[in-house]
C-alpha cells in the first residue's frame, strides 16, 4: 500500500521568510499526490494536488510544490510566507484505482512576527 | 455552493452512551468517507462508502458503525463511545472514476467537512 512520510512535525517560520514543508511517498504503482491545509477547528483544505503532467504545481495562498519521481518526493514551498498561514499541514497520497488516500502526520507551520 | 455539511460541529457525551455524527453533500459524489483524527495526528481513514458498497478498515473497532441511506447522507454511529474515542471526526467526498477519466476529471481529490468534535465525559 502507498504511504507519505512529513520529515518535519514542526516548523517555526518568521514572516516573510520562505519555506519549504517535506514529504516523501512509498508506492509501487503511479500516485496522486496531495496537500491539504488544515486551520484550527477545521475540516482539511486542499492547497494544490499533482495527477500528471508537469512536476510543478501552483495552489492556492501563493504555494507550490515539485514532484519529482527519482527521490519520491513532493516537497511543499512558499517564497513569502504570511501570519495567517499558521496552520497544519498534510501531505497526502492516492492511486489509480483505489479509494483509499493515506496521510502523513503532517507539519505544524508557525508564522512568527 | 455545493459542499460537505457535518453536525454537529461539537458533541460531547457520556462515557458508553451512543453517539451519531451526520454527514450530508451537495456535490454529487459516490464516495463518502468517515477519518479519525486525534490531537496532533493524521486524519486516519475508519471507513468509505463507494456508492452503496460498504469499505471498513481492517483496523476499525467494532464500536464505530456507518449508514448511507441515500447519495447526499453518510451517519457514523459509536455505539459505545469511550474516553480513546474523543477525537475530531472528518466526512469526506470524492468522485472516484478509473482510467483516463480518472486523469483528465482530477479524480480521487476528497472535499472535507469541517468536523465533528468529540469530547467523551
Known amino acids: 500500500a502507498q504511504s507519505v512520510t512529513q520529515l518535519d512535525s514542526q516548523v517555526p517560520v518568521f514572516e516573510e521568510a520562505p519555506v519549504e514543508l517535506r514529504c516523501n511517498y512509498s508506492?509501487?504503482?503511479?500516485?496522486?499526490l496531495f496537500w491539504y491545509v488544515q486551520y484550527p477547528n477545521q475540516g482539511l483544505q486542499l492547497l494544490l494536488k499533482?495527477?500528471?503532467?508537469?512536476?510543478l504545481v501552483k495552489g492556492i495562498n501563493g504555494f507550490e510544490a515539485e514532484f519529482n519521481k527519482s527521490q519520491t518526493s513532493f516537497h511543499l514551498r512558499k517564497p513569502s510566507v504570511h501570519i495567517s498561514d499558521t496552520a497544519e499541514y498534510f501531505c497526502?497520497?492516492?492511486?489509480?484505482?483505489?479509494?483509499?488516500?493515506?496521510f502523513g502526520a503532517g507539519t505544524r507551520l508557525t508564522v512568527k512576527p | 455552493d455545493a459542499m460537505v455539511i457535518q453536525n454537529p460541529r461539537y458533541q460531547v457525551t457520556q462515557f458508553g452512551k451512543p453517539v451519531t455524527l451526520s454527514c450530508s453533500q451537495t456535490?454529487?459524489?459516490?464516495?463518502m468517507y468517515w477519518y479519525q483524527q486525534k490531537s496532533s495526528q493524521a486524519p486516519k481513514l475508519l471507513f468509505h462508502?463507494?456508492?452503496?458498497?460498504?469499505?471498513n478498515e481492517a483496523d476499525t473497532p467494532d464500536n464505530f458503525q456507518s449508514r448511507r441511506p441515500n447519495t447526499s447522507f453518510c451517519f457514523l454511529d459509536i455505539r459505545s463511545p469511550g474516553l480513546g474515542d474523543a477525537a475530531m471526526y472528518l466526512c469526506?467526498?470524492?468522485?472516484?472514476?478509473?482510467?483516463?477519466?480518472?486523469?483528465?476529471?482530477?479524480?480521487?481529490?476528497?472535499?472535507f467537512g469541517a468536523g465533528s468534535r468529540l469530547t467523551v465525559l
Open positions: 469526506a467526498t470524492s468522485r472516484v472514476q478509473t482510467g483516463l477519466v480518472a486523469l483528465l476529471s482530477g479524480a480521487n481529490v476528497l472535499t
Open positions: 508506492s509501487s504503482v503511479s500516485v496522486y
Open positions: 499533482y495527477l500528471s503532467g508537469s512536476t
Open positions: 497526502a497520497v492516492s492511486v489509480a484505482n483505489n479509494n483509499d488516500m493515506r
Open positions: 456535490l454529487n459524489h459516490n464516495v
Open positions: 462508502y463507494y456508492d452503496k458498497d460498504f469499505n
